[in-house]
């Protein structure tokens, strides 16, 4: 594999992994999620939430899963999973942007987030962007193992640094 596609390999799996822990890894993150989806207007209060909250989490951690090198054709199904769900999330983001909605974003949990605004659209942006990467780069020679560590590393520190984007954002505005 080219450090290319191992990079956005752990990019986009540490990404949705992460995301989907957030969202699935106790009950009261899933009850946090699940009340941002009735807020969004996506689905109604109570079990049909929920059920959604997790299905989503459980899809996110699936993108993860798929993404660990197996076949050409797994890893790309995982990368193209994972645009079919960030397009999706741009989506809902910028029709609740539209309508000035004061909505939370819980897409990496936590219990005080940043409501949604231009940063969570940029985000999804750099991410589509590493999936179709990724992707394309699918099937491609493989790497040495020195390559392969350095990529999946730095792949991993930016995942992690991309779920903790709101607190990022907040140490550079002014008071």
Do not use: Y
Not at 2 to 18: E, H, N, R
Not at 95 to 106: F, N, P
Not at 121 to 148: I, K, Y
Request: proline share 3%.
């Amino acid at each position: 594999m080219t450090a290319l596609l191992v990079f956005t390999q752990w990019l986009i799996g540490a990404t949705f992994l992460l995301s989907a822990l957030s969202k699935v890894g106790s009950a009261t993150s899933l009850r946090l999620f699940a009340e941002t989806l009735v807020q969004l207007r996506l689905f109604r209060a109570g079990r049909p939430s929920r059920v959604a909250a997790a299905a989503i989490g459980l899809v996110e951690a699936l993108v993860a899963i798929v993404l660990v090198p197996l076949s050409t054709a797994v890893t790309r199904l995982g990368f193209l999973l994972a645009i079919g769900l960030l397009a999706a999330f741009s989506a809902v983001i910028l029709r609740s942007l539209r309508r000035r909605e004061q909505v939370a974003c819980r897409c990496f949990g936590g219990s005080a987030p940043a409501a949604f605004s231009a940063v969570h659209l940029v985000r999804n942006t750099g991410l589509l962007a590493a999936a179709v990467t990724g992707a394309l780069a699918a099937g491609q020679p493989s790497a040495p193992w020195e390559v392969w560590v350095i990529a999946a590393l730095a792949g991993a520190i930016c995942a992690f640094i991309i779920s903790r984007l709101d607190d990022v954002v907040s140490l550079f505005k002014t008071a």
